[in-house]
């Protein structure tokens, strides 16, 4: 059987900005199916390719050559709506630009707009743009592409403001075998969203000689084989370096031996000396900005308490009687889907919002275990911090760079600025950060996202904190500077607030984890593995129940007595003893429940926290608590579904 046609074939592509050379020779092939991570320090031109391979952005050199009738979709990584549009009709106008071909008139141009957003999630069509979160415009975004039917979608960075659920119905678009009609090419940081989706990743690096270097399989794969490869390019460079000594002291001989030598071997010995350069050139490491948060000498050992705070916006509540204890040391996670309030709590425990007044279940808590606690408990709904705390704040949102302001005055509006103790020059500092001496007269909007929030976080890093709290540092990072930022929280003495949609990096930092659950309810896991292994159990609970005919029964609602309609053909009616089994399993879960808070709590306790056993001990019960939690929750959900 004849190979069948690439989708896409680009060759020697090349593009420059002014005197900057961002890439030169870039060739690469794309085949129908295929699953392609574009990978690459940032500023090295990932969006720009992408860009050109969608036909977005010229070539300065090269030629981008498409399969006859290609379709392509691409999803940028900014969200950019018009005004005025509602999640419907911005599907129905990016349908109506470029319609499949089975597409005819405009009932079926609603159609297919409707069907792909129920597909990918959507309910309210009608709801405008301008309400949506930063996870609900991505979603929109690729919807707007998906409905167009393309042969190949191109997504850059399309996990930045997704939250974990958004992620993971992500990875189930690309990587559904057998359904799947596109290829793809995605720019992404993501390491688990890489091991998870790609079938093939490519680098775009100076590190290599054609500028790109390509492996078929996943992440764990391709750090493997590049190790192989630049370490191959290594010795390479060491034996030339050997021949080029030889060149250069046959080359150096009298006046009377060069007139004998041969000019095909003077020629050769030059090309192996600018080969040698280029090899010294890629071989160079890697650098990586350098990212070290400052911390102060405190040592007290309560930075910031939070007790019973709660948040309703829009009548719906965010989250109640939540308690938050940040200590020297501690990397709290803060998860939950968009919209479930992560920056709302944020801002109430840095004082931007007060809380909402307890509720009266947590009232009549609080007096009932009035005799128990310290005297130097806070009071419900409060957030104390210590004397003179120094809060660091990185937004996701990046608000106080002005993108018209200069690089140079964005990191120091002087020459000097003091950073550790001493003054050093902006061009030194910059540097740092990776920044060239040219670049400093550039403005912010012209710096890629990565370099963006490098410059956010050189800002950061200035100001001495007790607690560093990062709402989704990660977005646009590259893989270098993601390393380099987990080793720096690693060894920050100070507390640390993180919320990101990374996986590894929860999985390697977080000592305990704070999940929101979009319902108002907030929940402490051990650490990210916990946390998972819940979900998982929970999303497998809930698709074996199935979709009620009537509205949804709690788990604290009335169990089914025996005069219960009888179930419907084909379900096997529930025993006497399965029923007697029903009935419990309410009461079974609130006392469950009960426990869950009261190790929670403990876990916040100063005297749990001091001993590494009692807080192991405590982790350990608070785990077994939740997953037998989940386990009834699971019979329930089977049970209920038969009653």
């Not at 009609?181 to 989706?197: N, P, V, W």
């Amino acid at each position: 059987m004849p190979p069948s046609t690439p989708l896409l074939s680009a060759r020697r592509l090349a593009k420059h900005f002014g005197p900057r050379t961002l890439f030169t020779n870039i060739s690469l092939t794309v085949e129908a199916g295929e699953r392609i991570a574009l990978i690459g320090p940032n500023g090295a031109g990932k969006s720009t390719l992408l860009k050109m391979l969608a036909g977005l952005e010229h070539a300065d050199g090269g030629d981008i050559t498409p399969r006859k009738g290609l379709r392509m979709a691409y999803v940028a990584q900014s969200d950019a709506f018009e005004p005025g549009s509602t999640i419907l009709s911005s599907v129905v106008a990016a349908v109506k630009a470029d319609p499949p071909a089975h597409i005819h008139d405009d009932h079926e141009v609603d159609l297919q707009a409707e069907q792909t957003l129920y597909r990918v999630g959507f309910d309210d069509l009608t709801k405008p743009t301008s309400v949506l979160s930063g996870g609900q415009r991505k979603r929109l975004s690729i919807a707007r592409a998906l409905a167009r039917e393309p042969d190949l979608l191109l997504l850059d960075e399309p996990t930045n403001h997704l939250d974990v659920e958004g992620i993971d119905w992500l990875e189930d678009l690309l990587s559904r075998s057998g359904e799947q009609a596109f290829a793809s090419i995605s720019i992404t940081h993501d390491r688990a969203f890489l091991e998870s989706t790609a079938t093939r990743i490519i680098e775009l690096s100076v590190a290599y000689p054609e500028g790109t270097f390509s492996v078929q399989g996943g992440y764990d794969e391709f750090l493997f084989r590049k190790q192989e490869f630049l370490d191959g390019q290594l010795r390479q460079q060491q034996a030339l370096a050997g021949q080029v000594k030889e060149d250069l002291r046959w080359l150096s001989r009298g006046a009377k031996a060069r007139r004998t030598k041969s000019k095909s071997r003077i020629q050769a010995s030059f090309e192996r000396m600018d080969e040698l350069a280029a090899l010294k050139l890629r071989n160079a490491p890697a650098k990586a900005a350098a990212i070290d948060f400052a911390a102060t000498d405190r040592q007290t050992q309560k930075l910031l308490v939070a007790r019973g705070v709660s948040k309703t916006l829009g009548g719906r509540a965010l989250f109640s009687d939540v308690d938050v204890i940040l200590s020297p040391g501690m990397r709290l996670g803060l998860m939950g889907p968009n919209g479930s309030g992560k920056s709302t709590l944020i801002r109430v425990l840095t004082g931007e919002l007060e809380s909402d007044p307890p509720s009266p279940a947590a009232v009549a808590e609080a007096a009932a275990m009035a005799d128990q606690l310290p005297r130097s408990t806070p009071p419900l709904a409060s957030v104390t911090r210590a004397a003179g705390l120094r809060v660091v704040v990185f937004s996701q949102h990046r608000t106080e760079l002005d993108p018209d302001m200069e690089l140079g005055e964005a990191l120091c509006p002087v020459d000097m600025l003091t950073y550790r103790g001493r003054q050093i020059h902006v061009n030194t500092y910059a540097a740092m950060f990776l920044f060239t001496k040219e670049q400093l007269r550039s403005p912010i909007g012209t710096l890629s996202g990565g370099e963006q929030a490098r410059v956010h976080l050189a800002r950061l890093m200035l100001e001495p904190a007790d607690v560093l709290v990062l709402d989704e540092p990660t977005n646009d990072l590259d893989l270098a500077t993601l390393d380099v930022l987990e080793e720096s929280l690693e060894e920050f003495p100070g507390a640390v607030l993180l919320v990101t949609h990374d996986r590894a990096m929860l999985d390697r930092l977080a000592t305990k984890i704070l999940s929101l659950d979009g319902q108002g309810g907030a929940h402490y896991y051990a650490d990210y593995p916990q946390w998972k292994a819940v979900q998982e159990r929970l999303a497998a609970a809930r698709a074996k129940a199935p979709a009620p005919s009537k509205p949804a029964t709690s788990p604290t609602a009335t169990s089914p007595t025996p005069a219960t309609p009888a179930p419907a053909a084909g379900k096997k009616k529930l025993t006497y003893k399965e029923q007697q089994e029903l009935a419990g399993i309410e009461p079974a879960i609130e006392r469950l429940d009960a426990e869950i808070k009261r190790l929670e709590s403990a876990m916040g306790d100063p005297a749990v926290m001091a001993d590494g056993l009692k807080m192991a001990e405590v982790c350990r019960q608070l785990g077994e608590a939740q997953a037998q939690s989940a386990r009834l929750f699971e019979r329930w959900s089977e049970l209920e579904a038969r009653a």
